[in-house]
């Protein structure tokens, strides 16, 4: 339900007057892959968001659903521990050009897991697949690489990532303002 929650906030945002979004997916380890496509449905309306591949599974590419809203310029916030459907988020509205990604590399998972159910109770959760970003490219091992790399270890004196988008949004809503077009 990640997805509608999103959205209704957005929705919220715009009502009171946001004129773009800073979306933190810092921390944040991801969850099911088909959120992750309704999240990035919501600034993407068409276009691949994630494919899947595996050794004993066809190659599948999942589309944006459509009904994206207008949000304005977006600076996606990530970090080391942003993993699995929040890098392919971070990923899709990075390369599909949505979002300016800020932050520090995050994760790198890629993979994605199946759980089979045993007899007695148990199960077994094995890897079954990699998953690749919007243009084709795996994160496995390299992670999603922010257009602005910035790191704060001292979040005491301020958070300087935050800092750095709420000053990207700030400046294409400037830059749109002044005629000159926003990513």
Known sequence: GARGELRSEIEDLQERGAEGIVFDLRGNGGGLLEEAVLV?????????????????????????TGDALDTGPVAVLVDGDTASASEITSAALQENDLATVIGTTTYGKGVFQEVIELDGGGALDITVGEYLTADGSSILGT??????????????????????????????IEREGQGGGGS
């Open 143 to 172: 992670g999603v690489v922010p257009d602005e790399k910035v790191a704060d270890d001292d979040l005491e004196d301020g958070d300087d990532v935050l800092d750095a988008g709420l000053r990207e949004v700030a400046s294409q």
């Open 40 to 64: 990035t449905s919501i600034f993407q309306d068409e276009g691949p968001v994630v494919t899947i591949e595996g050794r004993k599974r066809d190659e599948e590419t999942f589309n944006a």
